[in-house]
């Protein structure tokens, strides 16, 4: 089991920079990739990032790539998702998501713990 807290979200304008962060409990987190997820009102969570579980693989949303950056940091059982060059089209809540999955997924429903999420605004 994992738990997963996200931070770092908030109203940045365009062309801005975030960096969110996904803390997790427990000693497993080595266990799982991880993913970055986001939900715009009305709309279903859409796939923003995975990254493997040494942190070696990593996939992008054609939307994020270039933009985006996913790392983690294992012995600190914590996810990153650095965010620049900022688009209104970004403001979402963004989710943190972990999966035990032996290749990785971009499919939601395929991960099995998730965060409550961080809001991300960005303003034009």
């Known amino acids: 089991q994992v738990q997963l807290v996200e931070s770092g979200g908030g109203l940045v304008q365009a062309g801005g920079s975030l960096r969110l962060s996904c803390a997790a409990s427990?000693?497993?987190?080595?266990?799982?990739?991880m993913g970055w997820f986001r939900q715009a009102p009305g709309k279903e969570r859409e796939f923003v990032s995975v990254i493997s579980r040494g942190g070696l693989a990593s996939y992008y949303a054609d939307s994020v790539k270039d933009r985006f950056t996913i790392s983690r940091d294992n012995a600190k059982n914590t996810a990153y998702l650095q965010m620049n060059s900022l688009k209104p089209e970004d403001t979402a809540v963004y989710y943190c998501?972990?999966?035990?999955?032996?290749?990785?997924?971009?499919?939601?429903?395929?991960?099995?713990?998730w965060g409550r999420g961080t809001q991300v605004t960005v303003s034009s």
């Open positions: 427990g000693r497993t987190f080595s266990s799982y990739n």
């Open positions: 998501a972990v999966d035990a999955e032996r290749i990785l997924t971009t499919r939601p429903a395929r991960y099995d713990y």
